[in-house]
């Protein structure tokens, strides 16, 4: 390094190799550290299933709804699903 008056390195005194991990840590710190925006209303809180209470399939499927994005639209699908079957086959 080649030290500044103020006694710290400088992005330019850097080797390469360090610039490069540098910027790369920079931009995955700000892909992954994005400002979180308010949920609208009425969204559910994410939440996994407690497994700590044994395994109930029909629970776990349903617990999707809560998992996230790409659960939710399983579960919603899930949802859908049950409804045609409840109808029967003259839907």
């Known amino acids: ?3 500044m008056a103020a006694g ?3 992005e ?3 080797p390469k190799q360090q610039q490069h991990t ?3 840590f920079q931009k995955a710190t700000e892909a992954v550290m994005a400002t979180s925006e308010r ?3 009425g969204s559910l809180p994410v939440r996994g299933y407690d497994f700590n209470n044994g395994v109930n399939h029909s629970q776990l499927l349903r617990s999707f709804k809560a998992h996230g994005f790409q659960a939710n ?3 919603l699908a899930i ?3 049950n409804k045609m079957i409840k109808k029967g086959p003259n839907c």
């Open 22 to 24: 540098a910027g790369f």
């Open 79 to 81: 949802e859908e699903i």
């Open 8 to 10: 710290a390195p400088t």
């Open 12 to 14: 330019m005194s850097r």
């Open 39 to 41: 949920m609208p209303d």
């Open 73 to 75: 639209s399983i579960a």
């Open 1 to 3: 390094y080649v030290q």
